[in-house]
């Protein structure tokens, strides 16, 4: 675990990335494969019918066995897609298995913009969101664009807003005893790690 007291939040997200992409191919796909055993059966993912994930990028622990998962199931799975304006909007959009995409202006794969295929945040019913570090209490250390950050700002107007569940989804690596917290994060119901699950 690492210490974050001194450390600034861009000092510690440079610390995380760099922890994360020390891991090798084959520590990686260990590191998904044990992900998926710790929720792909947990009544939490099994009971969800629309379920968001992401694409891997950065050294982040890759989600894509659940998603396949997911589908199989026949649930509806969607990706963060980046509006074209304006700039700082993400909006989740449906993707089905096998569909084409292409890079968005970070580089990260995402389907072609189809606003039909869009759903709001607040009816998915889980989230398993992308981060650099998280703590034992919910707090989550993004990459620093607020994308998800901004989706989820209606949760802290709507107090019993309690959709969708947000799971943080890490290596064991990017656990801090505790996240600075800045007045605009969203806490996490908990964080899944390929080693087991973090909740407040």
Request: charged content about 25%; some cysteine.
């Amino acid at each position: 675990m690492i210490a974050a007291e001194g450390l600034s939040r861009p000092a510690l997200r440079r610390q995380l990335r760099q922890a994360r992409r020390k891991m090798s191919p084959a520590q990686q796909r260990q590191a998904a494969k044990l992900l998926y055993r710790q929720l792909a059966q947990h009544p939490l993912f099994r009971r969800s019918r629309h379920v968001a994930l992401y694409l891997p990028n950065d050294g982040e622990i890759d989600p894509r066995p659940l998603l396949h998962e997911a589908q199989r199931r026949g649930k509806a799975t969607y990706l963060p897609v980046l509006n074209a304006w304006p700039r700082t909007r993400m909006v989740f959009q449906r993707i089905k298995p096998n569909e084409r995409l292409k890079p968005n202006r970070f580089g990260i794969a995402e389907p072609a913009f189809r606003p039909g295929q869009q759903r709001r945040m607040w009816a998915l019913d889980l989230v398993l969101m992308p981060l650099v570090g998280f703590d034992e209490r919910g707090g989550r250390l993004g990459m620093g664009g607020g994308f998800y950050d901004r989706s989820l700002a209606y949760r802290k107007r709507r107090k019993n807003g309690h959709k969708p569940t947000l799971l943080g989804l890490a290596h064991e690596c990017q656990k801090v005893d505790l996240i600075p917290v800045a007045s605009w994060d969203v806490s996490l119901q908990a964080t899944v790690t390929d080693r087991g699950w973090y909740g407040k």
